[in-house]
């Protein structure tokens, strides 16, 4: 699918995409770029919760994805076949019309395939963040409030799952380090320190990007 970009008359508003591995602490760094760039602040589309959840959902975005997916996340034959490639479809559609539409008014966005989708809007950043497994498995425990064995779980399943999630329905790795201008390891830099530069290079970005008259 190609991607979109805005319209000419239109103004160059701050945009940043972040991809992480579980628990490299997007959930507090995004927040921060957002505040600092004067932006509104997108949250992944499907939590950590919901993602751990998932076999108690039902009639949800959520089942609509993993039936989409199909393979070992739904069984499915015959004539729910051509329904799960109908709903993939519509699933792509709805999530890049709303990529597309958040990203005309500036936002910091939190997966949801978004450099994919915004690789080619001007100015726009695309960051993974990255950290060692122990230290990631450690950051998501102490913020969700949960086990370190409970989190350990989540980061085996849901890594493997928001990347087929992306490789299914949209037919890119969102762990591919050479899609994004910036990989930070927030293992050895600070929070803070990413978040600073990720502003720093975000306005940068988007100040080259404007045309000059």
């Given at each position: 699918m190609p991607t979109s970009t805005p319209q000419p008359d239109q103004a160059i508003r701050p945009v940043v995409t972040i991809f992480e591995s579980y628990g490299s602490g997007?959930?507090?760094?995004?927040?921060?770029?957002?505040?600092?760039?004067?932006?509104?602040?997108?949250?992944?589309?499907?939590?950590?919760?919901?993602?751990?959840?998932?076999?108690?959902?039902?009639?949800?975005?959520l089942s609509r994805v993993f039936t989409a997916m199909g393979g070992s996340y739904a069984a499915l034959e015959g004539p729910a076949v051509a329904m799960a490639q109908r709903d993939d479809h519509e699933l792509v559609l709805e999530?890049?019309?709303w990529v597309t539409g958040t990203a005309r008014a500036g936002a910091v966005i939190t997966?949801?395939?978004?450099?994919?989708?915004?690789?080619a809007w001007p100015g726009a950043l695309h960051v993974l963040l990255v950290a060692p497994l122990q230290q990631r498995v450690e950051r998501a425990a102490r913020v969700s409030g949960i086990s370190p064995e409970r989190a350990a779980r989540r980061q085996r399943r849901e890594d493997e799952l928001r990347a087929d999630m992306s490789i299914r329905l949209y037919g890119w790795d969102p762990r591919d380090p050479?899609?994004?201008?910036?990989?930070?390891?927030?293992?050895?830099?600070?929070?803070?320190?990413?978040t600073d530069i990720i502003v720093h290079a975000g306005r940068m970005k988007a100040a080259r990007s404007v045309p000059t008259v």
């Open positions: 997007a959930e507090e760094v995004g927040p921060l770029v957002a505040g600092a760039l004067g932006v509104e602040f997108h949250a992944q589309a499907f939590s950590s919760d919901q993602l751990d959840q998932s076999s108690e959902q039902h009639d949800s975005l999530n890049t019309r997966g949801r395939n978004g450099a994919f989708i915004l690789a050479s899609r994004y201008d910036l990989v930070l390891n927030t293992g050895t830099l600070d929070l803070q320190a990413c």
